[in-house]
């Protein structure tokens, strides 16, 4: 079974542009939850999406968005970068997510905004 | 609200030594307890899980406890090979949680010696 894969790998872009990440889940997982890694914060959740509904939302402002399709592939959209949004961004899928539930990570994007 | 700490790193051990990783949490209810590790330039690995007290999760030679009375979920291995060299985190999913948001520690660096 193939694992969950995140497109692109790296990313570079400068303030004030926008980008958009893409997550492929693990065949017949529903849940997709995306978390932003830095050195200085460590992991944090952004989202979780159900069934094409966002679930769960974490703290961050609202330039961070995200979405899913029918076929439980997750985009997650970042409006005018800032510096501070440079990070290693996250996918997980679950089967149905919550209590109990192993959520399994893709390799991530490296995005760098200069 | 919830949290996860984990006990400062680095970690230096000398290859075949015992690992001790310290884990404590903040949760109500019974949230369910996932290790997870990260090898440098990937995404997490899911190593082990607990879903209720005194459950042991076990993983290619690594286990932890679910302690209830004491909230800790400490990571342990007999004997730690170089290849274990990793980030290891953490991390638990609310007892009363539908959604997949996984709370992290700050995790833990081991560098395992030859």
């Known amino acids: 079974k193939a694992g969950v894969t995140q497109t692109p790998r790296y990313l570079i872009k400068t303030r004030g542009q926008q980008v958009t990440l893409s997550c492929s889940p693990i065949s017949g997982h529903r849940s997709v939850s995306w978390y932003q890694q830095t050195p200085g914060q460590g992991l944090q959740f952004l989202f979780e999406y159900f069934s094409e509904t966002q679930r769960n939302k974490g703290n961050f402002p609202g330039r961070f968005s995200g979405r899913q399709f029918s076929n439980s592939r997750s985009e997650m959209n970042v409006s005018t970068l800032e510096l501070g949004d440079s990070a290693l961004y996250l996918c997980a899928s679950s089967l149905v997510g919550g209590w109990g539930n192993e959520q399994f990570f893709g390799p991530g994007t490296r995005l760098t905004v200069l | ?114």
């Open chain 2, 1 to 114: 609200g919830n949290s996860v700490t984990q006990m400062e790193g680095p970690v230096t051990l000398s290859e075949e030594a015992f690992l001790t990783i310290n884990c404590t949490y903040t949760a109500t209810g019974y949230p369910s307890l996932f290790w997870y590790v990260q090898y440098p330039g990937e995404g997490l690995q899911l190593l082990l899980k607990a879903t209720k007290a005194d459950d042991k999760g076990s993983n290619k030679g690594f286990e932890a406890t679910y302690r209830k009375e004491t909230t800790s979920f400490h990571l342990e291995k007999g004997s730690v090979q170089v290849s274990d060299s990793a980030v290891y985190f953490c991390a638990l999913i609310g007892g009363r949680s539908n959604t997949g948001k996984l709370i992290f520690g700050q995790g833990t660096t081991l560098q395992v010696k030859p």
